[in-house]
């Protein structure tokens, strides 16, 4: 495994887990989140859901910015919500070795995760949004659910085996 992107809700621990990765595994992090076009940050801000419009002109955005990321750094994850199935299949298309791994946590968890972040997207928003989240019908899955680190780290070596 090279190109991986972890992917789940708001508050799942995608980008602690990245950076978890990238620290011990030699993998580069990258956030896709960096990429979200104006009319998604506006729309944070409004506190509305993304079009399909939206969604669909970012995840291109983000096939050419993941492939410019891997002619740099061909062991990369990457980390985003990915909410819809259809995006998560697109980018195992055209990223090519891609493995994906849904970042799970329980919802209680997630809340004190939220109520404690400084920046990033707000709890009563991240709620909101729940409700667009489709479960994945491939890939990996991993549950983050307060462990410490390396507990997670030994969770996510044996999803591939390692």
Not at 34 to 60: G, N
Request: glycine share 6%; net charge positive; proline share 4%.
């Amino acid at each position: 495994m090279k190109v991986l992107l972890l992917f789940g809700m708001s508050g799942a621990g995608k980008t602690y887990l990245g950076e978890l990765i990238s620290s011990r595994l030699g993998y580069f992090h990258y956030e896709l989140d960096r990429d979200l076009t104006p009319a998604m940050r506006a729309a944070i801000a409004a506190k509305r859901s993304f079009t399909e419009q939206e969604r669909d002109e970012y995840f291109e955005q983000v096939v050419v910015r993941m492939q410019e990321i891997l002619t740099q750094h061909p062991k990369t994850v990457f980390t985003q919500g990915v909410y819809k199935e259809r995006h998560r299949e697109a980018l195992r298309r055209r990223i090519p070795g891609l493995e994906t791994v849904w970042v799970q946590a329980p919802q209680s968890v997630i809340q004190n995760r939220l109520q404690r972040r400084e920046g990033g997207v707000p709890p009563d928003y991240a709620e909101m949004i729940t409700r667009n989240f489709e479960v994945p019908l491939a890939g990996r899955t991993l549950v983050n659910d307060e462990i410490c680190s390396e507990e997670l780290l030994r969770r996510f070596k044996a999803l591939f085996g390692a």
